[in-house]
């Protein structure tokens, strides 16, 4: 990411509860600082997982809760349970984005732009399903 600052780049970091261990934060700490910089490179990070819980661990939570405040644009998917309470303490949630997260419809979400929050509706091609491959229920 910081080779070439005019380049482009983006960070993707699938099933990020891989790098969440409370006895080694480094991961964490190396996430964060990679957030914190990456627009000075003309870069991006996107941290993809299940759960906000897992980033709010005690002994983690101040790398992990930055890792959740710092972006601008957010993507929240179907949830319940603590998660569902953890994301909407975090989040300010209204009732109504938390029926929608609730509901865990396939393709619906919640997406944060700065202050602004929208329900969003990703329809994907039936064409393309082929390139995510047959784990995760499918």
Do not use: W
């Not at 949830?79 to 509901?103: H, I, M, P, R, V």
């Amino acid at each position: 990411m910081s080779n070439n600052r005019g380049e482009r780049v983006l960070l993707v970091c699938d099933e990020a509860y891989l790098m969440i261990d409370p006895q080694v934060p480094q991961s964490l700490a190396f996430l964060r600082n990679v957030e914190k910089r990456s627009r000075k490179y003309e870069s991006a990070l996107a941290i993809i997982s299940h759960s906000v819980v897992d980033f709010l661990a005690p002994e983690i939570k101040m790398y992990g809760q930055a890792l959740l405040d710092i972006p601008c644009y957010k993507i929240l998917m179907g949830c319940d349970g603590k998660n569902l309470q953890e994301t909407t303490d975090l989040y300010n949630l209204t009732d109504a984005e938390q029926e929608l997260l609730e509901s865990k419809r396939r393709g619906h979400a919640l997406f944060l732009v700065g202050s602004k929050r929208l329900h969003v509706n990703f329809e994907i091609p039936a064409y393309k399903f082929a390139y995510m491959g047959k784990a995760g229920g499918r």
